[in-house]
């Protein structure tokens, strides 16, 4: 247990729905990040906060696609309109910042979507 | 995009050192080497990360060839506990995304 925690673990949807996950993040790190891994793939960067800023984003994250931190603590993950190319692992890691060269990320478990 | 290559599998007796090797030709002088391990089903863990210097902790070593190009990690005792996807990845001293890759999948065999 890295200390990230991610809810829910899993969630199936039907095609259209809208789905939020959220992520808990080591209460003292200011970094948060958010992968997508498909079945055989590594985890693919989505997009990162500092704080409550969102200061990167991939272009895989398409405007269905939309992420919060409103506090700079936990972040939520909202895609609307599912399509079924969106089952996916969606993880979460957060960073402390601080020293860049020791800014390795801790991983939540992740939340398995699949889209009906 | 992932700057590295990796075997896409290898098998390692238990008991025995796993050594995983990664190429990095293009490295640059300001990125690091990161290893991470995914078990299955479960979100990535830290195992270590270095520059130019080899690096031991207390999971593994890891070897960094004088150019930098190539790196090795190191399991010095290989459990069944050790079987998972492990990816070697650079990234420069700023930046913020890491680029996974498919990894390596180990197999311990008991």
């Known amino acids: 247990d890295t200390g990230v925690s991610q809810d829910p673990r899993h969630k199936i949807t039907k095609r259209g729905q809208n789905v939020t996950f959220r992520c808990d993040p080591i209460?003292?790190?200011?970094?948060l990040y958010w992968y997508r891994q498909t079945l055989g793939q590594g985890p693919e960067f989505l997009t990162y906060?500092?704080?409550?800023?969102?200061?990167?984003k991939s272009r895989l994250l398409s405007d269905r696609f939309s992420a919060e931190r409103p506090k700079g603590s936990f972040s939520t993950l909202e895609i609307q309109r599912t399509e079924q190319g969106d089952s996916a692992m969606y993880l979460c890691?957060?960073?402390?910042?601080?020293?860049?060269?020791?800014?390795?990320?801790?991983f939540g478990p992740g939340t398995r979507l699949t889209v009906l | 995009d992932a700057k590295t290559t990796q075997p896409p599998s290898m098998d390692c007796a238990e008991g025995r050192a796993a050594n995983l090797p990664c190429n990095h030709s293009?490295?640059?002088?300001?990125?690091?080497v990161y290893w991470y391990r995914q078990i299955h089903s479960q979100g990535p863990q830290y195992i270590i990360h270095?520059?130019?210097n080899n690096e031991t902790n207390e999971m593994a070593s890891l070897i960094i060839t004088e150019d930098r190009k190539s790196s090795t990690l190191i399991l010095p005792h290989a459990t069944l506990r050790d079987t998972a996807v492990y990816y070697c990845?650079?990234?420069?001293?700023?930046?913020?995304?890491?680029?996974f890759g498919t990894g390596t999948s180990l197999t311990v065999i008991p």
């Open positions: 890691a957060s960073s402390p910042g601080g020293r860049i060269s020791y800014n390795e990320q801790f």
């Open positions: 209460s003292e790190h200011n970094r």
């Open positions: 906060f500092q704080n409550e800023a969102q200061l990167e």
């Open positions: 293009t490295i640059s002088g300001n990125e690091y």
């Open positions: 270095g520059l130019k």
């Open positions: 990845i650079v990234r420069e001293v700023t930046g913020n995304q890491f680029y």
